[in-house]
């Protein structure tokens, strides 16, 4: 006659072997299938999609300020330079008032060989594209409502519309955000601020506002 061990306490997860695997292989198939419904209900490379496309456009529009700003300030500089050598007042930069170190009197024959009416025409030029990328920068901050450093889908909707381009939310992240920078850069090129501005206006009619925030990101740039 056998006689079974007498029992030490209860059943528990701790003290049961099987009962610890068969839980964490619940688990684990539980974590699957949770995986594989979120990626269902959000295909491609959704993950951070809104967060790395808001990141990447407005990254790709400061840089451009920051050449502009580095161009703008040589021929302001220089500009400057001439005028006060030919003892005559230069005009004023039009609120935009950044300035870089240089050395005009070595570097401004250099760079404006025809002289003062040169360095007039690039200080126009470069006062021009500067205020467009600043335009352009406001315009994507604007476009994100929240100011929250992402762009819901709602907010990229807006923004493609704005911008007046076709929308797809399956299309993946790199083909929206090439979209995105392709149309800027070509407004940008043609100096095209009306076309801008339509767009901000769109988003205004929309419930869209430059907030406190946005205000302190541009002053920020603009430094």
């Not at 993950?47 to 790709?60: P, W």
Request: with cysteine.
């Amino acid at each position: 006659m056998s006689v079974c061990p007498a029992a030490t306490g209860p059943i528990t997860r701790a003290n049961h072997p099987r009962l610890t695997q068969r839980t964490a292989a619940r688990l684990l198939a539980g974590g699957l299938v949770a995986t594989l419904l979120l990626l269902t209900l959000f295909p491609g490379d959704s993950f951070g999609k809104e967060n790395r496309i808001f990141e990447q456009f407005t990254r790709h529009i400061g840089q451009q300020i920051h050449k502009d700003k580095q161009a703008f300030a040589q021929a302001s500089s220089c500009m400057t330079w001439f005028y006060h050598k030919a003892k005559a007042p230069p005009p004023t930069a039009q609120g935009i008032s950044w300035q870089a170190e240089s050395h005009p009197e070595a570097d401004c024959p250099r760079a404006y060989p025809g002289g003062i009416n040169e360095a007039r025409d690039d200080f126009s030029k470069t006062q021009s594209l500067l205020s467009v990328s600043l335009t352009s920068y406001e315009f994507a901050l604007v476009a994100d409502w929240d100011d929250d450093a992402t762009y819901s889908r709602t907010e990229l909707q807006d923004l493609f519309r704005a911008l007046a381009l076709p929308y797809d939310e399956r299309d993946q992240a790199q083909k929206q955000i090439a979209l995105l920078t392709e149309r800027s850069d070509s407004w940008y090129r043609n100096r095209n601020m009306d076309a801008l501005m339509q767009g901000m206006s769109d988003l205004y009619e929309r419930g869209y506002r430059v907030t406190p925030s946005d205000r302190s990101e541009l002053n920020r740039v603009m430094r």
